[in-house]
Each structure stands twice: as structure tokens, then as C-alpha cells.
């Protein structure tokens, strides 16, 4: 859920004042950005041999909540057991991890790529490839409680020894690992992370990448592109914006021109689509789901980029988490809006834990989804591609 504060709106608005500045200050058309060519090829996870490939969807974790408490670490630890859980009973091919791994906000050491590397430590343990998107708690600066200044002072930091290795004037800083080093630290140290930092011409968004999922017999034949956009949150709005959509369309017209091939949309906060489909109380047909608990929490504002999915054939669905207490996929025009279903202990809600996930099998072609549970349950199947 959103949580920006004072001092990111300022940030926010003088990034956006730059921006602007040169056409306030000499009144000239300011030319069109011009988005760099996408000549690399795009990354490929490969499905198995004779098996459906299939996605679990870990969204919200939210590790290092109260990172100061007894209470914060026993809470990354049963999210530890969340995604273990559903790691052993699925066994995916892939991961997404759909935005807020952390709650960078609660989090008082200068390195929060040590939580993030928490948060995707089952997943590596059993060899299984990822990818991640931003959520907006993921990079937020630290916020001091107010209690902290009050008689009974700064208590304690209890964390992992390993958590503690600034020392000096490091140790004070507590402003946020931005969206850049954390991503930066999940590539560099994870050969089996699929995580890109996206085109620099997108800045301050960082996780725009797409993947291809390709057959077992043969690499050249994709099976599925999977598209991955930062919504923003944290440190600037929650927004898709201009350049993201400009940036999408591109990659669109050189990857799958004709929509050939059946596209997933993943990010962390719903559009606002998403409130327009909503269920009013209980879940009924067409939508499929088990809680649905609070309002959609959309994003600031609506700048393009559902006119372009909504357009496509080839768009099956998108993914967002955000919401804890949403699971449901309900059909909008052409494609279906879902959400995950919260998977951490960490972050806002008591509702039971779990995890959505994806099966595409090639022959014929389908695109299956349910909800795992961690004590086990599966629930809320609906099938995506028709
Ligand atoms: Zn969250």
C-alpha cells in the first residue's frame, strides 16, 4: 500500500522540476526523448522437456519489517516458510518476485540488499531462476518512529550479525538502498536471477525487462513473453509512466509485431483498471477468487499503458500484488487483471498466506492459474488464455 512520505514528494517534484526546466527557462519545443534500440537479445528460460512451465508468484514479502524487534526476524522467518513451502509442493520453473521483498522503510542499516538477498534465498537454495519487479516499499529512506526520541530512546537494533557490518558515519545513514543497488546486488551476486535494470532513458523506473519463455525442443520458438514493469512507489509516484508505455510499444513492435505469441504483464500496483472490475462484496462469476477484503489501492495516475494491453490479442493477463488483502482475477476487455495473493508475514493484514501460480502448457495451448497455500490448499483455478 502507498506510503509516500513528505520528503519523497519533494524529491519527486524536484527530479520532475528538472525535467522541465529547460522548457520553462528558454521556451523552446523540447525534442522527444529517443528510446535506445534494443539490440540484445532477449534473455530465454527454457520449459522442461514434456512438462507445463510453471510460475509461483511471491508477492509483498515485506522482510525486515520492525528490524529492531524480536517480533520483525520471526516474521521473515515464517515467510521463509511460506515461499518453502510452496517451492516443495509446486516445484516451479520460475519466480517472480512481484514488488515489495522488503520494507525498506523499516529497516535502519545502510544495506538493504541484505534483506532483499533473505527474501530470495529460498528460491536460490533450490536452484530455481527469478526475476523481480519494484514494489513501493522497496527503496524507501528509513522513517524514524516517534517513540524512539521519547525517555526510553533508540532500543537495541536487533538483526543478524551479518546485517550489521557498517560501521562510523555509514552506520547513521539510513536513506534507502536505491532501486539501482539493489538490483545491481541481485544480478551481480545470482547467475540464476533474470532480473534487468531496464533502459536508462526510463529513469527513475528501473525493473522494464522482458523474458521469453521457449520450448523444450526448440530455443527459437517462444512460448510466451513475459513483460516486467516497475510501477513506481517509494521514492517517486506510483505510476506507469509516458516513457514506460513509449518504451513498451517499442519493445512490442520489435518482439512480437503481429501478436503471434501470448504475452503476461507483470508490476506491483494495480492500474486503475483495475478498480473498475472489482467485485463489489463477494467474489461472483466471471471473477475468481477467495478474499476480497479491501478497496484496490490503484496507481496516481493512468498514463497509458492499459490502452495499449487492452488493444492486444495477444495480452492473456496482467499480475500485481499491492494489496494484501485482494486475490482475485477478474476479466477486463481482452485480458484478465489479477492478483497475487500475499505470500510474507511482513507488511499490513492477517489473511492466510500463499502464492499464485501459472502454468502455460504448449499443446494445446493454455494458461492455468490457481492459488497455493502454505498449509497446503490449493484454490481459485481459472484459466487464463481463453
Ligand atoms: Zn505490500
Redesign the pocket.
Known amino acids: ?1 502507498s506510503k509516500l512520505n513528505i520528503s519523497s514528494l519533494v524529491f519527486a517534484f524536484a527530479c520532475l522540476a528538472l525535467q522541465f526546466l529547460p522548457i520553462f527557462t528558454v521556451g523552446i519545443s523540447y525534442p522527444r526523448r529517443t528510446l535506445r534500440e534494443s539490440k540484445t537479445p532477449i534473455p530465454s528460460v527454457q520449459a522442461r522437456p514434456g512438462a507445463p512451465f510453471r510460475i509461483a508468484m511471491f508477492a ?1 514479502l ?1 522482510f525486515g519489517e520492525n528490524a529492531w524487534t524480536d517480533w520483525g526476524p520471526a516474521q521473515d522467518v515464517n515467510s521463509t516458510r511460506v515461499m518453502s513451502t510452496v517451492l516443495d509442493s509446486e516445484t516451479p520453473d520460475f519466480v517472480v518476485y512481484l514488488g ?1 521483498l522488503i520494507t525498506a522503510d523499516n529497516i535502519p542499516i545502510t544495506n538493504a540488499s541484505l534483506y532483499w538477498d533473505e527474501a530470495i534465498s529460498p528460491t536460490r537454495t533450490r536452484k530455481i531462476p527469478w526475476s523481480s519487479v519494484f ?1 513501493n ?1 522497496d527503496d524507501a529512506p528509513f522513517e524514524w518512529p516517534l517513540d524512539w526520541f521519547s525517555a526510553p530512546g533508540i532500543p537495541p537494533l536487533r538483526y543478524p550479525a551479518s546485517h550489521s557490518s557498517a560501521s562510523g558515519e555509514e552506520a547513521c545513514y539510513f536513506g534507502g538502498t536505491s532501486r539501482l543497488t539493489l538490483m545491481k546486488k541481485e544480478i551481480e551476486g545470482n547467475e540464476l536471477s533474470y532480473s534487468r535494470s531496464g533502459s536508462h532513458d526510463l529513469w527513475p523506473s528501473i525493473s522494464n525487462y522482458v523474458l521469453q519463455v521457449v520450448s523444450s525442443k526448440n530455443s527459437e520458438s517462444p512460448l510466451v513473453y513475459l513483460y516486467f514493469l516497475d510501477s513506481g512507489g517509494g521514492t517517486y509516484p506510483e505510476v506507469i509512466s509516458s516513457a514506460q508505455v513509449e518504451w513498451f510499444q517499442h519493445q512490442l513492435a520489435e518482439i512480437n509485431p503481429d501478436s503471434s505469441v501470448p504475452e503476461l504483464i507483470f508490476w506491483h500496483i494495480p492500474s486503475k483498471a483495475y478498480e473498475e472490475v472489482a467485485p463489489k462484496s463477494g467474489i461472483d462469476k466471471p471473477c475468481v477468487g477467495s478474499i476480497n477484503k479491501e478497496s484496490v489501492a490503484a496507481q496516481d495516475a493512468e498514463l497509458g499503458i492499459m490502452k495499449i494491453l487492452e488493444a492486444r490479442s495477444s495480452v492473456k493477463a496482467v499480475f500485481v ?2 494489496n ?1 488483502g485482494l486475490d482475485w482475477c477478474c476479466p477486463y476487455k481482452k485480458l484478465w487483471l489479477c492478483f497475487a495473493r500475499h505470500t510474507g508475514y511482513g ?1 499490513y493484514g492477517n489473511w492466510t498466506r500463499g502464492a499464485r501460480i501459472l502454468e502455460i502448457t504448449k499443446d494445446p495451448f493454455s494458461i492455468k492459474s490457481w492459488i497455493r497455500m502454505e498449509d497446503g490448499m490449493v484454490h481459485s483455478e481459472v484459466i487464463l488464455s481463453s
Do not use: A, E, V
Request: charge should be negative; charged fraction near 20%.
Open positions: 500500500m509483498d515485506h515489495d514494489g516499499h500484488g499491492h494484501h507488511g
